[in-house]
């Protein structure tokens, strides 16, 4: 279950079977809380985009003392709709925060070291959360349409499984706010592309146009990666319908900021 806190203004979601664990900090950031303004008001976590370096910059400080997280530790991704997944390390911390994003195409994050909060960013793409709760490795995957369609969820996963021995019974998965098919309108080549990689049931007609549900075809990847349905969380929450408190590309024709992912084990 998703869960909506408040903390020193700062509204944030965090995913109960996760906290249950005691094993990692964690949370999904909301528009509230942070130093930006207007379309980017007030956690934004994008950088090049209007609002400034200096706002954004203060936004991950304040989700990180939220968090009880250390800000110059934070390891963001550098997101290209692509599949590459990195394995953080010690090296890694501070990489595009306290110094410029040394990574060229980063999708998601996996580690086994403590205290490296891992962070992903978003907008309508979908948050995919891993813990392996035996093990104790977290990953996070940013599974946009072209990263769904590029199984990057199922990918992390299997990664998880091959680099790090972790069972897939042993791992909890989370899937956060996110475009959901009430909004996701898709045109007819990219809807054929989800019938045939994930069955009809992941792109759904609404009159004239297809919309596609990334959530069941990542739940589909997650699945075929072997983990159980009951290790497996979905908010359910959609940005779109929800853009005053989450940031939307679609609602906004892109005049959006970012929401991040933050996920450290302790
Ligand atoms: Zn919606």
């Given at each position: 279950m998703f869960r909506l806190n408040r903390?020193?203004?700062?509204?944030y979601y965090t995913i109960s079977s996760f906290e249950d664990t005691g094993l990692v900090r964690h949370g999904f950031s909301t528009r509230e809380g942070g130093v930006s303004k207007?379309?980017?008001?007030?956690?934004?976590?994008?950088?090049?985009?209007?609002?400034?370096?200096?706002?954004?910059?203060?936004?991950?400080?304040?989700?990180?003392?939220?968090?009880?997280?250390?800000?110059?530790?934070?390891?963001?991704?550098?997101?290209v709709h692509e599949d590459v997944i990195h394995t953080v390390t010690e090296a890694d911390r501070g990489n595009g925060i306290t110094r410029d994003n040394a990574f060229t195409s980063v999708d998601?994050?996996?580690?086994d070291k403590r205290n490296i909060p891992i962070v992903t960013?978003?907008?309508?793409?979908?948050?995919v959360f891993f813990l392996d709760k035996r093990l104790h490795v977290i990953a996070l995957a940013h599974s946009g349409?072209?990263?769904?369609?590029?199984?990057?969820?199922?990918?992390?996963?299997?990664?998880?499984?091959?680099?790090?021995?972790s069972r897939p019974e042993d791992i909890l998965a989370a899937i956060g706010p996110s475009i959901q098919e009430c909004h996701f309108e898709v045109s007819d080549e990219v809807a054929e592309i989800f019938i045939k990689e994930f069955g009809a049931d992941t792109a759904v007609r609404y009159g004239a146009k297809y919309h596609v549900n990334m959530q069941r075809a990542i739940k589909k990847q997650l699945s075929e990666a072997g983990i159980p349905a009951e290790n497996i969380d979905d908010s359910g929450i959609c940005t779109y319908c929800n853009s005053d408190f989450l940031f939307s590309h679609r609602k906004t024709n892109g005049k959006r900021g970012n929401m991040g992912a933050f996920m450290e084990l302790i």
């Amino acid at each position: 279950m998703f869960r909506l806190n408040r903390k020193n203004g700062v509204s944030y979601y965090t995913i109960s079977s996760f906290e249950d664990t005691g094993l990692v900090r964690h949370g999904f950031s909301t528009r509230e809380g942070g130093v930006s303004k207007g379309d980017y008001g007030t956690m934004n976590f994008r950088f090049h985009c209007p609002d400034t370096k200096e706002n954004v910059l203060e936004n991950f400080r304040i989700m990180a003392e939220t968090l009880d997280m250390d800000y110059k530790n934070i390891v963001l991704s550098k997101q290209v709709h692509e599949d590459v997944i990195h394995t953080v390390t010690e090296a890694d911390r501070g990489n595009g925060i306290t110094r410029d994003n040394a990574f060229t195409s980063v999708d998601a994050l996996i580690t086994d070291k403590r205290n490296i909060p891992i962070v992903t960013l978003y907008a309508d793409c979908v948050p995919v959360f891993f813990l392996d709760k035996r093990l104790h490795v977290i990953a996070l995957a940013h599974s946009g349409w072209r990263g769904t369609v590029k199984r990057i969820a199922m990918k992390t996963a299997e990664k998880m499984k091959n680099d790090y021995n972790s069972r897939p019974e042993d791992i909890l998965a989370a899937i956060g706010p996110s475009i959901q098919e009430c909004h996701f309108e898709v045109s007819d080549e990219v809807a054929e592309i989800f019938i045939k990689e994930f069955g009809a049931d992941t792109a759904v007609r609404y009159g004239a146009k297809y919309h596609v549900n990334m959530q069941r075809a990542i739940k589909k990847q997650l699945s075929e990666a072997g983990i159980p349905a009951e290790n497996i969380d979905d908010s359910g929450i959609c940005t779109y319908c929800n853009s005053d408190f989450l940031f939307s590309h679609r609602k906004t024709n892109g005049k959006r900021g970012n929401m991040g992912a933050f996920m450290e084990l302790i």
